[in-house]
């Protein structure tokens, strides 16, 4: 896949930013009465929207934003933002040192091997180090089931069949299983947020900046041009707009919190 492209990203920066609040909200009922994190990692930072709400919360910590895009750590360096930045490929990373926080929103599901990237992730925090995630849960509904059934539906389905899309995140009791060995405490939910975007196609264009990305990328001129329309036809169907002109899109997300 070629570069992330920040300014599609951040077409709905403010919906993608509620559940990074919400996770960083919780953290620090996770650290209770122990010293504020001194090291922290923001593992998929992109652009630093996220790294810059870690730094609202612990202006003292050494914060580093580590992610596998350039064009996203290039604006990331743009910003005033009080950290380091990192360019780094997340399945095989690890700090330097052992840090007190792990952070990543919305970035771990695009890796496989969940069964061994979690442990490894939480081997790598100090003592009473915390690690916490959020992930995208949204593969059962129709804004990611579409994008298979128009890749499936026309002509460029013989080079779309071995694009490697977005691998299902698996459900809570899962990562329980793989976390509770390894950690003190643990704390996992889901919550369902409903979107509530305007705009023309506005689920479009949140998937085109994520999910969709690779199935586009494969693809060039009129097909790529065909498969955008096929599935824009497929998404009005299923989220049309209301009333009042806007679109409400419900996505559902996984949080962890756990403790070394």
């Known amino acids: 896949m070629s570069g992330w492209n920040p300014s599609l990203y951040l077409k709905y920066a403010g919906p993608r930013l509620r559940p990074a609040i919400d996770l960083i909200e919780r953290i620090g009922a996770a650290f209770g009465a122990a010293p504020a994190p001194g090291a922290i990692f923001d593992l998929g930072c992109g652009t630093g929207n996220t790294t810059r709400l870690l ?16 064009d996203m750590l290039a604006r990331a360096r743009e910003s005033d933002i009080g950290a380091r930045w990192m360019k780094a490929e997340l399945a095989d990373w690890a700090p330097p040192t052992p840090p007190d926080l792990l952070y990543s929103n919305a970035a ?18 100090s003592e009473g180090g915390v690690l916490a995630v959020q992930m995208p849960r949204n593969h059962a509904e129709p804004s990611h089931t579409l994008m298979a059934d128009a890749a499936r539906a026309g002509p460029w389905w013989q080079r779309l069949k071995r694009v490697r899309g977005l691998p299902p995140v ?48 494969a693809l060039d001129g009129a097909e790529r ?36």
């Not at 730094?55 to 050494?62: F, K, L, M, V, Y």
């Not at 369902?192 to 196609?201: A, K, S, W």
Request: proline share 8%; glycine share 6%; net charge negative.
């Open 170 to 217: 698996a459900p809570p009791e899962t990562y329980y299983d793989i976390l509770a060995p390894v950690a003190r405490r643990l704390e996992i939910w889901e919550s369902v947020y409903l979107h509530v975007l305007e705009g023309d196609d506005p689920v479009v264009e949140w998937t085109r900046a994520t999910g969709f990305r690779p199935l586009l990328e």
């Open 55 to 70: 730094a609202e919360r612990w202006p003292a910590a050494d914060l580093v934003g580590v992610d596998g895009s350039a």
């Open 225 to 260: 041009d065909g498969l955008l329309e096929d599935y824009r036809a497929r998404i009005a169907k299923a989220y049309p707009k209301r009333a009042d002109g806007k679109t409400l899109f419900p996505f559902r997300r996984l949080f962890i919190v756990a403790v070394r």
């Open 108 to 125: 771990l599901h695009w890796l496989d091997g969940h069964e061994v990237l979690f442990p490894h992730l939480m081997g790598c925090l």
